[in-house]
């Protein structure tokens, strides 16, 4: 599994920086949006750059670990959910329509058959092991669920896509995004675990021992976790769906293409993502912070400032997307603004 990733060019960023100095404004005015659109420029490895549409590729499959009760919802949501996707009637449809973006889905482990009754051409298995128990997947599964998302991705920008998001669905799936991250970044489970979809307080004390409980098997079977393989600790730990979004964001940086996270599932699959080729960090922004506590360590690990605040913590794809007017913004004002010598406007006098 090779994915060759470019890093950003620091030269072309420190003449985005310098450049941004000269436009016609006070210097910092523009406060993070400045930070995000000389990232865009070093990306697109141009002064001027440009977004046009956009893409959220939304990874769905089922957790065995939704039979521990770790969840408020059935584990027939995530079927239903990705039928509503298709229709057109979920969040994510119509904040996507509101951003200029496409709604890509792609079921890599769905339990439910299809509406038609046929087998999705996309699935790797029907849903992934329970974590407490046994590993999510085997080693393959988890190489091709990978593929499935980066072919995914790859469909997207073929499609125009210049800049694009993950997104997820699958009940049962902050649970594994809590044992993924906490064994990635060596943190305890109470660092990471949340409620996810809402649970109460003994459904939550219950979740935060399932996730110890699958944290210690895996380390049965691998010893220190945090030196572990990242492809094991998704094997072990992770879902097909966080597996795909990781595929997802591995295809993009190979196009070169401004990557935007979503919440805690979609980070960790950012996350495991980093760890598999490093050089997918230059690439990514992160579209807003979730309410889930491992959201926030997750993105300290990868040293990302959130566009949006908006407590969010719906999944889908939904906070990525709703950043995408923001960088085009950024991407705008590098592009489209004068400079003071271009406007005939005097700079501030220096002291």
Not at 97 to 114: F, H, K, M, S, T
Not at 206 to 216: D, F, G, Q, Y
């Amino acid at each position: 599994m090779n994915f060759n990733i470019q890093p950003v060019s620091q030269d072309w960023l420190q003449r985005a920086l310098e450049y941004q100095r000269t436009l016609t404004k006070p210097p910092g005015s523009l406060g993070f949006l400045e930070e995000v659109g000389c990232r865009l420029a070093a990306i697109q490895q141009t002064l001027h750059p440009r977004l046009g549409k956009g893409a959220v590729v939304i990874c769905a499959a089922d957790h065995g670990v939704a039979a521990e009760g770790v969840s408020a919802y059935p584990a027939e949501v995530t079927a239903q959910m990705v039928q509503n996707f298709w229709a057109g009637g979920a969040a994510i449809n119509q904040i996507a329509r509101a951003a200029e973006a496409l709604v890509w889905v792609v079921d890599v482990g769905v339990r439910a058959p299809l509406p038609e009754g046929e087998r999705s051409l996309t699935r790797v298995r029907s849903g992934s092991g329970n974590i407490r128990l046994e590993p999510a997947m085997t080693l393959s599964e988890a190489r091709r669920a990978i593929r499935v998302g980066a072919e995914t991705a790859r469909e997207a920008i073929a499609g125009g896509a210049t800049l694009l998001a993950a997104g997820d669905m699958g009940i049962g799936n902050t649970t594994a995004a809590a044992a993924l991250t906490a064994a990635l970044l060596g943190l305890e489970a109470e660092a990471v675990t949340g409620r996810g979809t809402g649970v109460d307080d003994a459904r939550y004390k219950h979740k935060l021992e399932v996730v110890r409980a699958a944290l210690s098997r895996a380390q049965a079977h691998l010893g220190e976790l945090k030196e572990a393989d990242p492809l094991a600790l998704l094997a072990e730990l992770g879902g097909l769906e966080i597996a795909a979004i990781a595929g997802v964001f591995l295809a993009g940086a190979e196009a070169g293409l401004p990557l935007v996270t979503d919440g805690f599932p979609v980070t960790a699959g950012a996350l495991l993502a980093c760890r598999i080729e490093p050089g997918v960090r230059d690439y990514l922004f992160a579209g807003h912070r979730s309410v889930e506590p491992g959201h926030t360590r997750q993105l300290e690990a990868l040293g990302l400032r959130p566009i949006l605040e908006l407590d969010l913590r719906l999944g889908e794809g939904t906070g990525a997307v709703l950043s995408f007017p923001v960088l085009r913004a950024a991407a705008a004002v590098m592009a489209g603004m004068a400079t003071f010598a271009q406007a005939g406007v005097s700079q501030a006098e220096k002291p």
